[in-house]
């Protein structure tokens, strides 16, 4: 009688020969490595299959298993670009997500592997959906060098915040329990939590403001935050994110230390960390 681990090889086998074949000429280019498919579907059925499914549709065996489904690469929307909101990524966004990860999800970071590697898979990705053969992708934002950080500039950022009514999801404080955040739901129709500023030090999509700046003028394709590029200019877009910076109270930032140095911002930091911590204690 084959045993469950001679039976999942042969699953694994059956789904490698079973899935929709793709065509193979589909390469990426991401500097000086260029991705080949067929090198990526070797890595895809080692590595990716069991979470996005042999087809790349997001149903893979450990699915029904994770509260945020995997990417469905069929539908190919992605959150994670530097292209504006329902375009393609560029294949530096998707070898990027793969190196970096994604936060507060289920999806690591790949760094193990080797940039050749993450290339190949980017190629193969690129075939699982009819989009990448009809459709180019986006022109990636151009991002303005960032201003230095001021106090004017930290309270124009937070009439933004408020302008914007980034508190309806986020919070006054940034915590991401704004009166809309328990309605929140995705793509999917999941549930979806907005991001807590307060507790956390990286984004969905990287980790520098040059990262958040892209978040609010792409927006996160398949999820409630959308694209601000057509309603705040690029210096409102940069005190906003200087302002998010002092939301994050845990996390030392220069914006953080020059909104500490005043005292509305001191008395706003303090009072953040004392009811964020589960003993009140603030530490």
Known sequence: MPTRAQNRFVFVALAFLLAAAPSFAQESHIGRWTGHAEAGKQLY?????????????????????????????????FKCRSTPTGTLPTD???????????????????????????ADLVAYIKTLSPRWQSEKAGTPIQVPS?????????????????????????????????????????????PIHPYDFESGSRFKCGTTNNDLYKIFMTGLDGTPMPSFADVIKPDEAWDL????????VTHKSPELTLWQSTKEGAETVKAARTSGTPTGSGN
Not at 241 to 248: E, I, S, W
Request: contains cysteine; proline residues 5%; aromatic residues 8%.
């Open 146 to 190: 960032e201003p230095k950080v001021n106090l004017d500039g930290l309270r124009r950022g937070k009439e933004v915040f408020t302008k914007l009514e980034c508190w309806k999801c986020h919070g006054q404080e940034g915590r991401g329990d704004g009166p809309a955040a328990a309605s929140l739901t995705d793509s999917n129709n999941q």
């Open 241 to 248: 994110v200087h302002f998010l910076r002092t939301l994050q």
């Open 92 to 118: 530096e966004d998707l070898f990027e997500s793969i190196k970096r990860g994604l936060v507060n999800s289920n999806m690591p970071s790949w760094i193990e592997l080797t940039d050749q590697q993450r």
């Open 45 to 77: 059925f080692r590595y990716c299959w069991g979470c996005h499914g042999p087809r790349g549709d997001g149903n893979g065996e450990n699915a029904p298993y994770l509260n945020i489904l995997p990417r469905n690469f069929v539908a190919a929307t």
